[in-house]
């Protein structure tokens, strides 16, 4: 099988680095949810040798970022567990960190609603809730681009588009995780952090 590669993987990771390694310097353990190609879980092991990062997603996923984790060596990486968000059972052990990128926005809103009651239940107190992509504030989509794009994910399926902070803030103190930071990023996308109360 040809290994999988996301150039915008590679172009995101180090503006993401600056705002989660720093933030994570005293974690052990991070669960990444929909690592896709497992290109970002082999950047950051590599980056945070002190934790163990644990893989995550659909089934079909799965043999891409074992490409990418068996290329690597890396000892601090986890290979991934069977999560489909609102299907599958999620890990039992606690996690000091989540971290996920550029899913809310492909995930029908009550799978949203699930994964950040699931997120709240798997942090140990204290733990970090990162979540990466493009987000609309008050109803509205500032960049043009950003605009096409959830015109197409719209068109591709009604139940997929860019979701709204405050809507997303709003599950988050529901699940008892108050807002940490809310960073720009390029290419019109965020990095909002929340923590386990």
């Given at each position: ?26 974690s052990?353990?991070v ?100 979540l ?60 909002v ?5």
């Open positions: 099988m040809h290994k999988p590669f996301s150039q915008a993987c590679e172009n995101n990771r180090s503006p993401i680095g600056e705002v989660l390694i720093p933030l994570l310097s005293t052990a353990s669960l990444e949810l929909g690592s896709g190609t497992g290109q970002h879980a082999v950047w950051f092991a590599q980056q945070l040798t002190h934790l163990h990062w644990q893989t995550s997603d659909r089934m079909e996923n799965h043999s891409g970022i074992n490409q990418w984790l068996d290329e690597s060596g890396l000892t601090n990486i986890g290979a991934p567990i069977a999560l489909d968000i609102g299907r599958d059972v999620w890990p039992t052990q606690p996690f000091d960190a989540v971290f996920s990128s550029n899913t809310a926005h492909i995930m029908a809103w009550p799978d949203v609603e699930i994964m950040f009651g699931q997120v709240a239940e798997t942090l140990s107190a204290g733990g970090l809730f990162f990466y992509g493009p987000m609309k504030y008050s109803g509205v989509i500032a960049a043009v681009s950003n605009r096409a794009f959830d015109r197409r994910l719209k068109e591709s399926n009604p139940r997929q588009g860019i979701r709204d902070f405050n809507a997303l803030d709003r599950l988050a103190l529901t699940a008892g995780m108050n807002l940490l930071e809310d960073n720009a990023m390029p290419a019109n996308n965020r990095l952090v929340w923590q386990k109360t």
